[in-house]
């Protein structure tokens, strides 16, 4: 997935999903908790791969990590105006409020308050890191 967007989240906790991540992501989807403070957003088959992986591994060591992972994922469907609804749990523990930007991650789509978007997206895009990265993979 790539791209970002940006859209609001009405006073019911609904967010729009823009039609071409409904596209890839297909009829239903699963959102988690993401890495940092932002929801994480997987099609069904990426939902299986995170499952079939944590699986293989032993429950000793992924016990903690699956309680949460599962416990604060919803499974969406978008209704007709391709809004889903995102709990609150999940909006207080990614900070969102209002507006949001919604970003393509290769596999998944992440859901972040847009100012603290915008913030990490200039230190990216300034980053020296960043740079060196690219040069790195030859981009």
Known sequence: MTG???????????????????????????????????????SDESWAGITAQLDSLPYSKTRDTMRMLYANAVKCEPDAQGRILLPAKLRDFA???????????????????????VEMENAAL???????????LGL
């Open 95 to 117: 900070n969102l409020s209002k507006n949001v930007a919604i970003i393509g991650v290769s596999k998944r789509a992440e859901i972040w308050d847009e100012d603290t978007w």
């Open 4 to 42: 970002q967007y940006h859209h609001s989240i009405d006073a019911k906790g609904r967010l729009f999903i823009p039609a071409r991540l409904r596209e890839e992501l297909g009829e239903t989807f699963y959102v988690a908790i993401g890495m940092g403070k932002c929801l994480a957003i997987y």
């Open 126 to 136: 300034n980053s020296e890191a960043m740079l060196s990265a690219m040069e790195e």
